[in-house]
C-alpha cells in the first residue's frame, strides 16, 4: 500500500516562497508518479504539477503555472513543489497524489479527467496560508 506524507506548509507573506515535500513509502511499482493538488476552502479541487517518475516529464497545470517547480529526489525518494511570488489567493491545503499509472495522474492534474478513475494514494494535506 502506498503511502505519502507531505510537509513543508506554514503561514508565508504575500511575494515569499515555500517549498513542499511529499515522501513516497509502500508503492508496489517500478515507478511511481506523484502530483500536487490544492483546494481551498470552498472551492474544488485543483491540480498543480506532475513529474514522471521513469522519465522525469513534468506536465504543470494553469492554476500555478510560472510560479512553481516540480522536482524529484531519487536518492530520499521525495517530489518537492518550490512555490515562489506566493498569493493570498494559494492559501488552500496542499495534497500529494501518487499512481502507478502516468496518464490517469495527468488528466487529474489537467483537469480532464472524466472516467472516475481513483488515485493511488493521497497524502494528508498541509496547510499553506499567504497573509497579505
Known amino acids: 500500500e502506498v503511502q505519502l506524507v507531505e510537509s513543508g506548509g506554514g503561514l508565508v507573506q504575500a511575494g515569499g516562497s515555500l517549498r513542499l515535500s511529499c515522501v513516497a513509502s509502500?508503492?508496489?511499482?517500478?515507478?511511481?508518479?506523484i502530483g500536487w493538488f490544492r483546494q481551498a476552502p470552498g472551492k474544488g479541487r485543483e491540480g498543480i504539477a506532475c513529474?514522471?517518475?521513469?522519465?522525469?516529464?513534468?506536465v504543470y497545470a494553469e492554476s500555478m503555472k510560472g510560479r512553481v517547480t516540480i522536482s524529484k529526489d531519487n536518492f530520499k525518494g521525495s517530489v518537492s513543489l518550490q512555490m515562489d511570488h506566493l498569493e493570498p489567493s494559494d492559501t488552500a491545503v496542499y495534497y500529494c497524489?501518487?499512481?502507478?499509472?502516468?496518464?490517469?495522474?495527468?488528466?487529474?492534474?489537467?483537469?480532464?479527467?472524466?472516467?472516475?478513475?481513483?488515485?493511488?494514494?493521497w497524502g494528508q494535506g498541509t496547510q499553506v496560508t499567504v497573509s497579505s
Open positions: 497524489a501518487a499512481d502507478g499509472a502516468w496518464a490517469p495522474l495527468v488528466h487529474h492534474i489537467d483537469g480532464t479527467e472524466a472516467s472516475g478513475y481513483q488515485l493511488d494514494a
Open positions: 509502500g508503492s508496489p511499482y517500478s515507478y511511481l508518479h
Open positions: 513529474i514522471n517518475d521513469e522519465d522525469g516529464r513534468i
